[in-house]
């Protein structure tokens, strides 16, 4: 049954029944305290209770934090997740309770940003926030439905077709050349890139011992879609392997991702080269291995594509290269 008491000129609304959490909340008026604590009985009386007690004590930004802590370590770009759940810890949004988080508010929240950055990485945002919300539901008792299910998603932005000409590979690899204070590493990393189609996170997990330089081959453990893989290597990709120093540490390429990244930007700006991101070496390597590897399961074998339909946007061959095949 529900009790009301008058505290500091408002009202507490009490409602107490037996298998259930007590459930508690303060009003303006008695009325409105009277209103909610019937809502609330009726609710049990259906079967339709929901206890927002923790969502409502809940911020956003605490779920972050939480899944920060005890999840986001297990995944495979740990690192990168991390820094980037933390700056959206510290958005206005993630000062919201959960049970306030609104489907408006979100909607608002991607309306900001999408002023302030890329459509696609406002996807990736929304996508990371409907993950977190979905596990809190499940795992810690946040008894809310998933605001960012019900908001409209930017549209996808088109697929990336950068493919690097000979003359920027040139330029580029000149740029990175390790004189000064430049990183020995970021040369050798690009041109291995480039010579296998390897994702940046499967080379700078690649282990000497994990390299066969007579049978010229690089085994990769764990890759992105979650399966082992054996990368065949070219005469230029064990060419560049026998001339690289053997770390300590045993990693062929033994730096961050971000320490890689931050190198690869600034041999950009250097070689003058705009619209360029690290993957699209990859691009750019498997669409030269189209031309040696017309079979494109043998094409997929070494780049590692499951799908023939995410292969196909990798492959960007030009309308002249074809028009040279068809005679």
Do not use: C
């Not at 820094?83 to 919201?96: F, S």
């Not at 040369?187 to 390897?198: G, I």
């Not at 005469?235 to 390429?253: C, D, N, Q, T, Y």
């Amino acid at each position: 049954m529900a009790s009301f008491r008058q505290r500091g000129g408002k009202w507490q609304a009490r409602v107490l029944r037996d298998g259930y959490p007590d459930q508690a909340k303060t009003f303006e008026s008695r009325a409105d305290a009277e209103r909610w604590a019937r809502a609330v009985e009726s609710s049990i009386d259906k079967g339709q209770f929901v206890d927002i007690n923790e969502a409502q004590r809940t911020t956003l930004g605490d779920v972050i934090a939480r899944y920060v802590t005890e999840v986001t370590p297990s995944m495979k770009s740990a690192e990168a997740d991390t820094i980037r759940l933390n700056a959206l810890k510290r958005r206005p949004i993630a000062a919201w309770s959960m049970a306030n988080l609104s489907a408006a508010r979100i909607a608002a929240f991607r309306d900001e940003r999408l002023k302030q950055v890329s459509a696609g990485t406002v996807i990736r945002e929304l996508a990371y926030l409907s993950a977190i919300i979905n596990h809190a539901r499940r795992e810690w008792g946040i008894n809310v439905p998933n605001p960012v299910q019900m908001v409209r998603k930017p549209s996808s932005p088109p697929a990336r077709a950068r493919v690097l000409s000979d003359e920027e590979i040139s330029k580029l690899l000149h740029a990175l050349e390790p004189t000064g204070r430049r990183s020995h590493w970021t040369k050798p990393a690009v041109q291995l890139a480039l010579a296998t189609a390897m994702r940046r996170g499967e080379l700078l997990s690649l282990r000497w011992e994990h390299v066969d330089l007579l049978a010229r081959t690089a085994f990769l453990p764990d890759t992105k879609n979650g399966d082992s893989r054996t990368v065949p290597l070219s005469s230029s990709a064990v060419k560049i392997l026998m001339e690289l120093p053997r770390h300590i540490g045993g990693f062929v390429i033994p730096v961050t991702a971000f320490t890689l990244d931050a190198a690869f930007k600034r041999g950009l700006a250097r070689a003058g080269l705009d619209d360029l991101r690290f993957h699209d070496l990859r691009r750019t390597a498997i669409t030269r291995m189209a031309v040696k590897l017309p079979n494109v399961i043998e094409l997929a074998a070494v780049s590692g594509h499951k799908s023939l339909m995410v292969l196909k946007r990798y492959y960007r061959p030009t309308a002249m290269e074809l028009a040279q095949k068809l005679g």
